[in-house]
């Protein structure tokens, strides 16, 4: 297969995805809100595929391709699966409430809810959490450039660090929207058409108990339940407090249309992700067939030796916009968390450095630090689907239930949601620095020998760290409830978001 084709066409798309960014920057006007939500007026279609994009990224289609081929179906599936679950809940007990309230980050409900203490603790989780999605998505690339563009994989890190962050800062989520919806298009044209071609040229041969019917992948700890489970567990709960998706359901210009567009992007979740597993299934077959030996991504292998230029440059393109589509999306919200939540910025009109107001200047700086951040990750951890898990593995164990808790829990206060965050969070931490393995992939990263936690163990703590923090939340915030005129409270949170 002819590499220069494919050089040529990557280039191309990556010079119109900056263009785009860079034509999107004039709708910005100075203004952090236009900057960071869209001036809160994206319509349903927009709303849609954004958020469809910030689920399909590299992790859930490169990662997914790969945890397939060589686990089952179900451990490449879970990626998707997880998020468009993630999607469907936020949809039905979320998106609603938190764009009615008119915030500009997600750790900002931890401030009106429980104070600055629990804002900051927040975002300091959520901006490590997010460090590692944007790895998890530069490494793709890195991969990617590597392999068609004749890169070194630090190179082709870089390269892609530097584009999104280009464009990301250029244009914002105007930016970001706006070359989603595109994206999103062609992750579901590649998806599809690579599908087909396998089908109707080599068929899929699927190994005994590797398919969507192997449900011992589902059952068996010893067929990976555990970790399978774990992993859909982690996004579909995790991810609620994703700082990409609530960026773009602040940004939905209505409540309603907030809900839609999470619906909307669930549904199209499984229809871009399922066939990449499903493709992985067949590959070792089509191997067999054609001779090949795959040495690296199979997803790669398959683009390189098997499938036709045209497709394959369409594919190629789709991966690639997966990997964009999430990766600007984490640079922005991670971004906007440091300068807003942690460096505690407020949004302020006026003419400023840099044509604009504060928050927008500390935030484009922000950008700098965390995309230098990503790359270092990626180049320590070389994964993919395991980034993005281990992403949300941490946010899940400590954030969700004070978020979930702070909507629907009347007795939930700041000592609960401080309990929750902490003892949560450091029990997952000591999990992972002791665990060897993460989600069946070695532990690289910070990994502590011992002889007490040991693979068998993989998965399960994904389960035990938010029920330890579940339970530190329910009994410090009963111990610590007073209780408050409902009308006193109301006008509280009220006078707080709009302090935002």
């Not at 992948?217 to 991810?239: D, E, H, K, P, R």
């Not at 600007?328 to 006026?350: E, F, K, P, Q, Y």
């Amino acid at each position: 297969m002819e590499n220069t084709a494919f050089s040529w066409g990557i280039i191309v798309f990556l010079l119109g995805t900056l263009g785009i960014g860079v034509w999107a920057s004039k709708q910005i006007k100075g203004d952090s809100v236009n900057f960071l939500v869209a001036g809160r007026g994206l319509a349903l279609p927009l709303a849609g595929a954004t958020l469809m994009a910030q689920s399909v990224d590299s992790n859930a289609t490169l990662g997914n391709t790969d945890l397939s081929s060589e686990f089952g179906f179900w451990a490449g599936a879970a990626l998707p699966v997880g998020l468009s679950l993630c999607l469907l809940l936020t949809g039905l007990f979320l998106a609603k409430p938190m764009n009615r309230m008119g915030l500009i980050t997600i750790p900002d409900f931890y401030r009106v809810k429980y104070g600055r203490a629990v804002e900051l603790l927040a975002s300091c989780i959520m901006t490590v959490s997010f460090s590692f999605l944007l790895a998890g998505n530069l490494v793709a690339g890195g991969f990617m450039f590597e392999n068609f563009l004749g890169l070194s994989y630090f190179g082709g890190i870089t390269l892609l660090a530097v584009l999104v962050f280009a464009y990301t800062v250029s244009g914002g989520l105007f930016a970001v929207a706006y070359t989603d919806f595109i994206q999103v298009f062609i992750a579901l044209l590649g998806a599809w058409g690579l599908l087909l071609y396998v089908i109707f040229n080599f068929g899929i041969e699927v190994a005994p108990g590797m398919g969507p019917f192997g449900f011992e992948q589902l059952t068996s700890v010893g067929s990976g339940a555990a970790i399978n489970w774990a992993s859909i567990i982690a996004l579909g709960f995790g991810n609620m407090v994703a700082i990409d998706f609530m960026a773009r359901i602040f940004a939905a210009e209505s409540p309603k249309t907030a809900q839609k567009a999470c619906f909307v992007a669930s549904a199209g979740t499984l229809v871009i992700g399922i066939p990449f597993s499903i493709i992985a299934l067949g590959a070792g077959g089509i191997f067999a067939q054609t001779g090949v030996t795959a040495d690296g991504p199979v997803l790669f292998a398959l683009l390189e030796n098997v499938i036709p230029p045209a497709l394959g440059l369409l594919v190629l393109a789709a991966i690639l916009s997966a990997s964009l589509s999430t990766a600007d999306g984490a640079i922005l919200g991670t971004s906007s968390v440091l300068a807003h939540n942690v460096m505690g910025i407020r949004h302020a009109t006026g003419h400023g450095a840099a044509g604009g107001d504060r928050l927008l200047l500390i935030t484009r700086l922000m950008a700098i630090v965390i995309t230098i951040l990503g790359v270092f990750l990626g180049l320590r951890v070389p994964q993919t689907g395991v980034l993005l898990l281990l992403a949300f593995d941490m946010s899940f164990a400590g954030l969700v239930v004070p978020l979930i808790g702070g909507l629907y829990w009347p007795r939930a206060t700041r000592q609960g949601a401080l309990a929750c965050i902490i003892i949560g969070s450091l029990t997952r931490f000591a999990f992972f620095i002791f665990m060897p393995t993460m989600f069946g992939v070695d532990n690289t990263l910070l990994y502590i020998p011992n002889s007490l936690f040991t693979i068998d163990l993989d998965g399960f703590p994904t389960l035990i760290s938010p029920i330890v923090g579940l339970v530190a939340f329910f009994v410090v915030s009963n111990l610590t409830y007073r209780p408050q005129n409902p009308e006193e409270q109301r006008a509280e949170i009220l006078e707080k978001a709009q302090a935002l």
